[in-house]
């Protein structure tokens, strides 16, 4: 009952958000009303460990105020050191934000690379990474060419508040799910396993996981599609 109630307090606001059209649609504004009080009712839940209902805030979080947004349009880098903005990418994107001091799992990028040969016409796999470019270039050779790697250096972002947000409000190393039109469907966060796990474990689980998540975006393409022939 405790939960429940935390729950009803911390995102009793998004009835009001829903009334608002352009700006409450992007992913910025809606982290940003919510964040704070997210970040105080977690750290509460942690501290005391109340783990369960700390997996049930967030989890309310991603439901609540992630899913459906838009995903801003930001400007990153290519390794090449090229600009590209988000929003130029078309097809659905599968979305992983990184770090170099990160350390994947065995099967991890292995797996993702087998699902990107396998999707890549339909879709388009970015790995973000928050650093800087010598660093994304050294934690990177191991991607396929049907994975687009690019990475943001925070010093050369200071004024874009939807990078402040998701690097330091969601964490890392996390997953989105966003569809053409850049309405985030999913979101998920952490390592799947520890990073000790044998290879063929490894692989496994990211890349039963992998693809569902690619499940969802082709059925959400189709369902576009689908739509679009009606009208």
Request: with cysteine; hydrophobic share 35%; net charge positive.
């Amino acid at each position: 009952m405790l939960r429940k109630i935390l729950l009803i307090i911390l995102f009793f606001p998004f009835s009001a958000q829903s009334q608002e059209i352009e700006q409450s649609s992007l992913l910025s504004y809606n982290l940003g009303k919510n964040i704070k009080n997210y970040k105080i009712n977690s750290k509460l839940a942690y501290h005391d460990k109340r783990y369960e209902e700390a997996d049930a805030l967030f989890d309310t979080l991603v439901k609540k105020v992630i899913n459906d947004s838009k995903m801003d349009n930001f400007t990153a880098r290519k390794l090449s050191g090229k600009k590209v903005e988000f929003h130029k990418y078309k097809k659905p994107v599968f979305l992983k934000t990184y770090a170099s001091w990160c350390t994947p799992g065995a099967g991890e990028i292995p797996a993702l690379n087998e699902v990107a040969k396998k999707y890549r016409k339909e879709i388009d796999f970015v790995v973000l990474f928050w650093d800087t470019k010598e660093n994304a270039k050294k934690a990177t050779r191991k991607y396929n060419s049907h994975v687009s790697v690019i990475y943001i250096d925070e010093a050369e972002n200071k004024h874009c508040r939807v990078i402040r947000l998701l690097k330091h409000s969601v964490g890392f190393p996390s997953s989105f799910l966003i569809d053409q039109n850049k309405t985030v469907l999913d979101m998920t966060r952490g390592i799947l396993h520890p990073y000790k796990e044998d290879y063929t474990v490894s692989f496994d689980l990211n890349y039963n996981s992998l693809t569902k998540g690619i499940s969802v975006l082709l059925n959400s393409s189709e369902s576009q599609e689908t739509m679009n022939s009606n009208k």
